[in-house]
């Protein structure tokens, strides 16, 4: 997904593949003292990194 974000991701791209993984925000709000992402969202974020390094693992096996 193209995404004008760029954080730590953009600097360490430098040196190794990089990717990002987004998470809802309440009302879309991010970057603020009102940003909100609920705990089930935070999990689901956490298990896509989790999954992705597990495949990747296994790939480099």
């Not at 004008?4 to 003292?33: E, L, R």
């Amino acid at each position: 997904m193209p995404s004008g974000a760029g954080h730590d991701a953009q600097d360490m791209a430098h040196i190794a593949p990089t990717g990002m993984i987004f998470v809802p925000s309440k009302g879309g709000i991010s970057h603020s003292p009102k940003e909100f992402t609920s705990a089930e969202d935070m999990a689901n974020g956490a298990n896509v990194l989790l999954h992705a390094i597990l495949a990747l693992d296994k790939k480099l096996d």
